[in-house]
Structures are given as C-alpha cells and as structure tokens.
C-alpha cells in the first residue's frame, strides 16, 4: 500500500491526506495511482457515504511535480497531453462524477494542478492561511485538470483570463468573496469544521445527493428544457428512494431523518 496517500476511515467517511509533504504534496505517478485506487474504493463501497480530501503539512497540493518528468530538450520534447489524458483527466472525472460527496480541506498552498483539482470537489473549505495560483503561465503552460473550464463558470470571464494569464495568489478570503470556494476558517479548526461537514454529509440522503450531482453538472452544457425534462427523470428516481419515503416519514412524525443512502 503506498503512503502517498493516506485512507482513514471515520464511520461513512472516507478521508484522503495527500501525504507527500516535503514535496508539498505535489503529484508523482505513485500519489496519483494511490488517490485513484482510493477513491475507486470509495465508488465501489456502499458503506461510504462521503468523501474528505486534504493534504499533509504545510500545503494541500503544488500540482505536478516536475522532478517526476524527463527533462527538456529540443530534440526530444515531453508530451504533456500524456500525463493529462493517464492521470488528470480521469482524476477530475472521478471527483465531478463520484456518486458520493466529496469535501475538500484546502490547507496552505493549492497550486497549479492542485488547485483545480480543489476545486472539482464538491464542497471546497479553506484554511484563513490558504491560497489559489494558476501557476501554469509562469513555467508557460495552460491551465489544466479542468482550470479553463472550472474558472470561468466560478468566477466569472473576467476574473478567470487574469488569474490564468497573470498566475497571481489568490488568498482564501478573496476565492470565498468571489465564490471561488465555500468557505474560510481559522487554521486551528479547518479539519474540526471539514470532518464535521463530511459526517453531516455521510448521514444525509446519499442518493439525491448523487442526483444533484449529476443535474448540477448536466446544466452547464444543456438548454432550459433539456435541463426540466432531466429534472423530471431524476426527480423520479429520487421518488422512489428508500430515503424519500423516510424523509417524508421523519417530517410527518416531527423527527430527525435515520437516511441511509438508497
């Protein structure tokens, strides 16, 4: 089992630390490996409800690291497109497309990669001490794991173009002005506040969760009625859930919810 990423289990939750933090957890093939098997056992385990995402030390995730590549030259240039479409890109789908939510604990820097995929979690919180670059442009590279597509939509067009073209710091309190993330909290209690989400998350109605999920996600790329006409099907399908009927259930008899994710 590696140690490049850390697997804690805490009741439905599933915990992942990034755990490479000399490196400030930067990606090499084995973390990216590691994260993937985690979070396939995650998919693949109905007892998780919920998934935690953070990283060890003093940052959350650097992105690449580029002592993990070939070095440069003319004649034998690397192939970027490469390690996106073996490693990122699945990495990104997985976080947008888990039919579990999935809390990310943004502690320090998320640079570059690391950033975006912070921001592909669902629910993003961030230490007051934490920061965002798009740090692509200064190495002279394009935002990827989803940046180009992520930012725009979070932030707006105009505020997107300059933090990819200019690579500058974003703190914690500018991305929750901007609706960049969630949330800001004090150092001390990110993880207190960021298990405590997790837990709430993990014993609510899993199911219709994945639902929203998978609507929310939908509407970016369909008009009006396509999005009504996949309301109306998942809507269904929510209907029939085991946890509707206790929904229903708990607020008819003035009781709190026992939801168990079906």
Not at 52 to 80: E, I, K, S, W
Not at 179 to 201: F, P, Q, S
Not at 232 to 256: C, H, I, N, T
């Amino acid at each position: 089992m590696s140690e490049t990423v850390l697997v804690a289990r805490r009741g439905g939750v599933l915990e992942l630390t990034l755990n490479r933090p000399d490196k400030l957890n930067a990606f090499n093939e084995e973390m990216h490996a590691a994260l993937a098997r985690a979070l396939a056992q995650a998919a693949a385990d109905e007892s998780v409800r919920a998934v935690l995402l953070t990283g060890a030390g003093r940052g959350f995730c650097a992105g690449q690291d580029l002592a993990d590549r070939a070095v440069a030259d003319d004649d034998n240039p690397p192939d970027l497109g490469a390690t996106l479409e073996r490693w990122y890109n699945p990495l990104i789908r997985r976080l947008r497309t888990l039919d579990k939510p999935v809390v990310c604990a943004v502690n320090g820097v998320a640079a570059g990669a690391g950033a975006n995929i912070a921001l592909a979690c669902d629910i993003v919180l961030a230490a007051r001490s934490a920061s965002f670059i798009q740090a692509f442009a200064r190495i002279g590279l394009v935002p990827d794991s989803g940046g180009t597509w992520l930012l725009p939509r979070l932030v707006g067009e105009a505020r997107a173009r300059a933090l990819a073209l200019l690579g500058e710091k974003v703190t914690a309190e500018q991305a929750e002005a901007w609706g960049m993330i969630w949330k800001v909290v004090d150092d001390e209690r990110l993880m207190e506040e960021a298990r405590a989400l997790a837990d709430r998350l993990a014993a609510g109605p899993t199911r219709g969760f994945a639902l929203i999920k998978r609507a929310l996600l939908a509407s970016w790329s369909q008009d009006l009625d396509a999005q009504l006409d996949l309301e109306r099907d998942l809507q269904r399908e929510a209907g029939r859930s085991q946890d509707y009927r206790e929904g229903v259930r708990a607020f008819m008899e003035k009781r709190p919810p026992r939801f168990v994710g079906r």
